[in-house]
């Protein structure tokens, strides 16, 4: 069954080389970073968990970590693999988890995740979230009007004036910006999310400035 | 090199250091607290440094290693050859061709650009510890954004010594939130520190703490209305390069009070006379 879940070909440096692109991602928030990772297994009636979050796991991810599943991903086979691959406790309360793995289709603003407090803000989950979508404006596209597309415009600390991020415009997707457009209220605690679409990997963490493309482009020409 | 992990750490180690470093960068000049581990080097020659830089490193990049701004000093050389020896990295002396920077107590005169990371060794990670001894007390006032003390710290120089008398660690607010000791860097590097393009980590060894300057961030130097941050200037210009706008070192030549300055930056001061000649 494992044998289906790749492993890293090189523990060592393909951890080390997909850290960096992560680290990379978290540090230049929006920027779309594509990973070399074997595919994890499509897995029946689930959402695809996608090649780059499985590297992420595979990278960040070991005995001293838990991970919490949301449903919609969860079967015996994930659980297995990670536990095979990386030695990480499973747990069922959101609370106590470093990271969790979820889709954008079934984020839900209520889950209980650990956001830190104000004297260990770091003590907080991060999010893997799969989504449909990931694009940025960085393709010249630099208003987020494709087609009608909802982008979002991110700013603050790693950008540096403004970066638009599209992940979908589902409820969910809504929903997970809506809530992670809220960290700034509550900085320094907060989540960070780290959005998984195949191959490709990007970050929010708690730090960025989160507004509608929309919202911006309005204001602007109020201006 | 046979018996050790590639760059001297353990696996389980990095990537603690890693997920630490993500919540770092998460969190700008915040103090993340990572299970430092003893490096075959004492503290105080840059084992926070060393494990950070051990942690982000891989078998491509081009690691350059700086102490004061120079290549060529005991704690550089030392470091650089250790990552020779545990990694068998390529090393570099120029600050464009790096694609990695461990330093200690300075910024490249050379403007770093997006995709580079500057690996600072911290001390005293702590901006607030000589004024309040307390881990639980600073802890308190950072999460609490408690931060006139430092202020007082900063008007007492103004009292004693009409100007603010602070040389170097001069504390920052990083994002318009956390005030972070940006390592005994001289506060003529603080600038640099402002919407730099390139990564910026700190690792304090002994005290077990790491933080981050993510790039393009907005990083102001404490200071008062009438009483604004200024950087030190020279009335010389490098004896050896002639440059007028960068940090410089005053040299003793001789015993009967000879002295020349010349820069700190020993990369900067060598490819400018490599351009002038």
Same mark, same amino acid.
Request: aromatic share 8%.
């Given at each position: 069954?494992?044998?289906?879940?790749?492993?890293?070909?090189?523990?060592?440096?393909?951890?080390?080389? @997909?850290?960096?692109q992560?680290?990379?991602?978290? =540090?230049e928030?929006?920027?779309?970073?594509?990973?070399?990772?074997?595919?994890?297994p499509?897995?029946?009636?689930?959402?695809?968990?996608?090649?780059a979050?499985?590297g !992420?796991?595979?990278? @960040?991810?070991?005995?001293?970590?838990?991970?919490?599943?949301?449903?919609?991903?969860?079967?015996?086979? @994930?659980?297995?693999?990670?536990?095979?691959?990386?030695?990480?406790?499973?747990?069922?309360?959101?609370?106590?988890?470093? +990271?969790?793995?979820l889709?954008?289709?079934?984020f839900d603003p209520?889950?209980? +995740?650990a956001?830190? =407090?104000?004297?260990?803000?770091?003590?907080?989950?991060?999010?893997?979230? !799969?989504v449909?979508?990931?694009?940025?404006?960085s393709?010249?596209?630099?208003k987020?009007?494709?087609?009608?597309?909802?982008?979002?415009?991110?700013?603050?600390?790693?950008? !540096?004036?403004?970066?638009v991020?599209?992940?979908?415009?589902?409820?969910?997707?809504?929903?997970?910006?809506?809530?992670l457009?809220?960290?700034?209220?509550?900085?320094p605690?907060?989540?960070?999310?780290? +959005?998984?679409?195949?191959?490709?990997?990007?970050?929010?963490?708690?730090?960025?400035?989160?507004?509608?493309a929309?919202?911006?482009?309005?204001?602007?020409?109020?201006? | 090199?046979?018996?050790?992990?590639?760059?001297?750490l353990?696996?389980?180690?990095? #990537?603690?250091?890693?997920?630490?470093?993500?919540k770092? %960068?998460?969190?700008p000049?915040?103090?993340?607290?990572?299970?430092? #581990?003893?490096?075959?080097?004492?503290?105080?020659?840059?084992?926070?440094?060393?494990?950070?830089?051990?942690?982000?490193?891989? /078998?491509?990049?081009?690691l350059k290693v700086?102490?004061?701004?120079a290549?060529?000093?005991?704690?550089?050389?030392?470091?650089?050859?250790?990552?020779?020896?545990?990694?068998?990295?390529e090393?570099?002396?120029?600050?464009?061709? /790096?694609?990695?920077?461990?330093?200690?107590?300075?910024?490249?005169?050379?403007?770093?650009r997006?995709?580079?990371?500057?690996?600072?060794?911290?001390?005293?990670p702590?901006?607030?510890?000589?004024?309040? &001894? $307390?881990?639980q007390?600073?802890?308190?006032?950072?999460?609490?954004?408690?931060?006139g003390?430092m202020?007082?710290?900063?008007?007492?120089?103004i009292?004693?010594?009409? *100007?603010?008398?602070t040389?170097?660690?001069? &504390?920052?607010?990083?994002?318009?939130?956390?005030?972070m000791?940006?390592?005994?860097?001289?506060?003529?590097?603080?600038?640099?520190l402002?919407?730099?393009? /390139?990564?910026?980590?700190?690792?304090?060894?002994?005290?077990?703490?790491?933080?981050?300057i993510?790039?393009?961030?907005?990083?102001? $130097?404490?200071?008062f209305?009438? *009483?604004?941050?200024?950087?030190?200037?020279?009335?010389?210009?490098?004896a050896?390069?002639?440059?007028? *706008?960068?940090?410089?070192?005053? %040299?003793?030549?001789?015993?009967?009070?000879?002295r020349?300055?010349?820069?700190?930056?020993?990369?900067y001061?060598?490819?400018r006379?490599?351009?002038?000649?």
């Amino acid at each position: 069954m494992n044998l289906s879940w790749p492993a890293l070909d090189d523990t060592v440096h393909d951890s080390q080389r @997909l850290f960096r692109q992560v680290l990379g991602a978290m =540090s230049e928030p929006g920027t779309v970073h594509e990973l070399v990772v074997p595919t994890p297994p499509a897995q029946p009636q689930k959402p695809l968990l996608g090649a780059a979050l499985w590297g !992420a796991l595979l990278s @960040l991810c070991d005995l001293d970590t838990t991970i919490w599943i949301g449903a919609e991903l969860d079967s015996p086979a @994930l659980r297995e693999a990670l536990t095979f691959h990386t030695g990480a406790r499973i747990t069922d309360d959101p609370a106590s988890a470093d +990271f969790a793995l979820l889709t954008h289709a079934s984020f839900d603003p209520r889950t209980p +995740f650990a956001v830190g =407090s104000d004297t260990y803000p770091d003590r907080g989950t991060t999010l893997l979230v !799969a989504v449909e979508r990931l694009e940025n404006d960085s393709n010249g596209n630099t208003k987020g009007e494709r087609d009608g597309q909802s982008g979002w415009r991110l700013s603050g600390p790693g950008i !540096a004036e403004s970066r638009v991020l599209d992940i979908g415009d589902g409820a969910g997707c809504r929903a997970l910006m809506t809530r992670l457009a809220g960290n700034r209220a509550s900085f320094p605690q907060g989540l960070d999310a780290i +959005f998984g679409c195949g191959a490709r990997l990007a970050a929010i963490p708690r730090s960025t400035r989160i507004a509608s493309a929309e919202a911006r482009v309005d204001s602007r020409e109020v201006n | 090199m046979n018996g050790y992990n590639f760059a001297y750490l353990d696996e389980q180690t990095k #990537r603690m250091i890693r997920r630490a470093l993500l919540k770092a %960068v998460a969190i700008p000049g915040y103090q993340v607290p990572f299970g430092g #581990r003893e490096m075959p080097m004492p503290y105080g020659w840059g084992t926070g440094g060393v494990q950070l830089t051990a942690s982000i490193l891989g /078998a491509d990049d081009i690691l350059k290693v700086i102490d004061q701004g120079a290549d060529d000093t005991t704690n550089a050389v030392s470091i650089r050859h250790f990552f020779q020896r545990v990694a068998g990295v390529e090393t570099t002396t120029a600050t464009t061709a /790096a694609d990695v920077i461990q330093t200690r107590h300075r910024i490249p005169e050379t403007p770093l650009r997006s995709g580079q990371i500057l690996v600072f060794q911290v001390p005293i990670p702590e901006p607030l510890r000589f004024i309040e &001894p $307390s881990e639980q007390e600073t802890r308190l006032m950072h999460a609490l954004e408690e931060y006139g003390v430092m202020h007082v710290k900063l008007y007492e120089d103004i009292a004693r010594y009409g *100007h603010i008398a602070t040389t170097y660690a001069y &504390p920052v607010k990083v994002d318009g939130r956390y005030v972070m000791d940006p390592s005994p860097i001289p506060k003529f590097d603080n600038p640099k520190l402002d919407g730099n393009p /390139a990564l910026m980590l700190f690792g304090a060894g002994r005290e077990k703490r790491l933080y981050a300057i993510p790039p393009y961030t907005r990083v102001e $130097s404490l200071d008062f209305e009438d *009483h604004p941050f200024e950087i030190q200037r020279w009335e010389h210009s490098c004896a050896l390069c002639g440059s007028d *706008h960068s940090y410089l070192d005053e %040299v003793i030549t001789d015993d009967k009070g000879g002295r020349m300055f010349v820069c700190s930056d020993t990369d900067y001061c060598q490819t400018r006379r490599g351009e002038v000649a």
